[in-house]
């Protein structure tokens, strides 16, 4: 294996084209072929396969993308640091359950480290994907929160998968409602005073179990039920229906508006949030920086 197969492998990634990827790469297109050819033989996998569609990835070729780009991060990193040289475009990608604090750290760490060229991924996603996006290296972290509920379930899936978490803080559960809500005057909100408004909740697609929510008293009986993919969405339909999500309370005004706001939510339960990283890599220098922005930004809060 060598550097340049690696960035070979993953030019082919970006651009899904063999003839594409040798003009970017400037070589034959045999060469990349033989090139591939000879990595996949090393190692006995198979990157790519070819069909009516194109270049598809296989799924051992998409685990093996993600370590070559942490491979190749790591190597702007030292040519950085050692010969002068430029580092190439920045690469960085988050995987989190839908939290401002989060998305605010991701545009401190973009301000601070971006550069000239950069491609930053922000994925507010559901839960299981966060945990399949970091274990395949698409994301060098994972953003979510653990309980007294889905702790046991949340744990094995990340032992399956070699990840591990790690705490930030632990939050008292609130309530989103928008600042015209009928409870909006409450200075602490009850399940019976929601029994009567709509619950907004996330889609979790074909990971829909009641560990997987990114709400917790997901158990709990509610008449009206509206389930949203988005964070956009969720508050539109919080200020429109007089909805309500139950959620850590922690809230950026300039990311989530001035129309919404966070109310305690009686209940003796907590959310305890943090971040996931594989065990098997050290992470990269974006990931330790984004690490220490988030946790300096929700001790704050």
């Known amino acids: 294996m060598t550097l340049k197969q690696l960035q070979y492998a993953v030019t082919i990634a970006e651009t899904m084209n063999?003839?594409?990827?040798?003009?970017?790469?400037?070589?034959?297109q045999p060469s990349l072929t033989s090139a591939i050819h000879e990595l996949e033989k090393e190692y006995g996998i198979t990157l790519f396969t070819r069909s009516n569609k194109g270049i598809e990835i296989t799924p051992d070729g998409d685990?093996?993308?993600?370590?070559?780009?942490?491979v190749l991060d790591q190597t702007n990193l030292i040519d950085e640091r050692y010969h002068g040289k430029a580092a190439g475009k920045q690469r960085f990608c988050v995987s989190s359950q839908h939290y401002s604090f989060a998305v605010e750290a991701f545009v401190s760490l973009l301000k601070e480290h971006g550069g000239d060229k950069y491609e930053f991924h922000m994925r507010e996603t559901q839960t299981y994907d966060i945990i399949d996006d970091v274990a395949h290296l698409r994301s060098e972290i994972g953003i979510l929160y653990l309980n007294k509920f889905n702790e046991t379930v949340?744990?094995?899936?990340?032992?399956?998968?070699?990840?591990?978490f790690t705490p930030v803080f632990k939050a008292k559960p609130h309530v989103f409602i928008g600042k015209d809500n009928p409870l909006a005057s409450k200075k602490k909100?009850?399940?019976?005073?929601?029994?009567?408004l709509p619950r907004l909740s996330y889609e979790q697609g074909s990971h829909n179990s009641f560990y997987f929510s990114e709400e917790i008293l997901s158990t709990m009986d509610c008449d009206k039920e509206l389930v949203v993919c988005?964070?956009?969405?969720?508050?539109?339909?919080?200020?429109?229906?007089?909805?309500?999500t139950i959620c850590s309370g922690v809230i950026n005004k300039e990311l989530n508006g001035p129309n919404i706001i966070a109310l305690p939510l009686a209940v003796d339960d907590y959310m305890e949030i943090g971040y996931i990283l594989p065990d098997?890599?050290?992470?990269?220098?974006?990931?330790l920086r984004y690490i220490d922005i988030l946790t300096n930004l929700t001790d704050t809060k």
């Open 18 to 28: 063999i003839t594409e990827a040798s003009k970017k790469l400037f070589i034959t």
């Open 63 to 70: 685990e093996f993308l993600g370590y070559a780009r942490q």
């Open 154 to 164: 949340i744990k094995k899936t990340l032992r399956d998968n070699n990840l591990s």
């Open 189 to 196: 909100i009850s399940l019976k005073d929601l029994a009567p």
């Open 230 to 244: 988005d964070r956009a969405t969720l508050f539109n339909l919080l200020i429109g229906l007089n909805g309500y």
């Open 280 to 287: 098997s890599i050290h992470p990269s220098f974006l990931t």
